[in-house]
């Protein structure tokens, strides 16, 4: 059971990862900065 949960806490992780690199592409005015701005996310998510 508990990993089962585990494995559902990792699935929502990547998915709220995956929403907010969606949300700096949709954000930014070229991809340099949304490539810059994914790095610092991923970096802090460390």
């Known amino acids: 059971m508990e990993e089962e949960y585990g494995e559902v806490i990792r699935d929502l992780a990547e998915e709220n990862q995956t929403r907010k690199i969606l949300e700096i592409l949709n954000e ?15 970096k802090n998510e460390r």
């Open 28 to 42: 930014c005015s070229d991809m340099e900065e949304a490539k810059r701005k994914a790095r610092e996310l991923l």
